[in-house]
Nanobody, 121 residues
Framework: QVQLVESGGGLVQAGGSLRLSCAAS????????WGWFRQAPGKEREFVAA????????YIADSVKGRFTISRDNAKNTVYLQMNSLKPEDTAVYYC??????????????WGQGTQVTVSS
């Protein structure tokens, strides 16, 4: 069993930056691919970024490409989402997930509780 805890969310002005962290428990962290998703009120869960379990390959959604980066630290069992040049439309609850390298939420078995990101204009 893997448990995920996100942190780093908060309120930021447009153009600002935040770094989200996702700490995973369990000894199989390096065996999984990891993804970040977000969900705004009244909208479906949206893929943001993913990083593979092996020699890291990343996949970034077009909506955040060039502004967000995903990385992992296997020694710390932690996945990061660096968010720069934030826009009000980035406001959402952000979730990290562990599973298969994919942009589909159904490919991920483990989910964190989410962290709120609010970008003011």
């Amino acid at each position: 069993q893997v448990q995920l805890v996100e942190s780093g969310g908060g309120l930021v002005q447009a153009g600002g930056s935040l770094r989200l962290s996702c700490a995973a428990s369990g000894r199989t962290f390096s065996s999984y691919s990891w993804g970040w998703f977000r969900q705004a009120p009244g909208k479906e869960r949206e893929f943001v970024a993913a990083i593979s379990w092996g020699a890291p390959t990343t996949y970034i959604a077009d909506s955040v490409k060039g502004r967000f980066t995903i990385s992992r630290d296997n020694a710390k069992n932690t996945v990061y989402l660096q968010m720069n040049s934030l826009k009000p439309e980035d406001t959402a609850v952000y979730y990290c997930a562990g599973g298969q390298f994919s942009s589909s939420p159904t490919s991920y078995r483990y989910w964190g509780q989410g962290t709120q990101v609010t970008v003011s204009s």
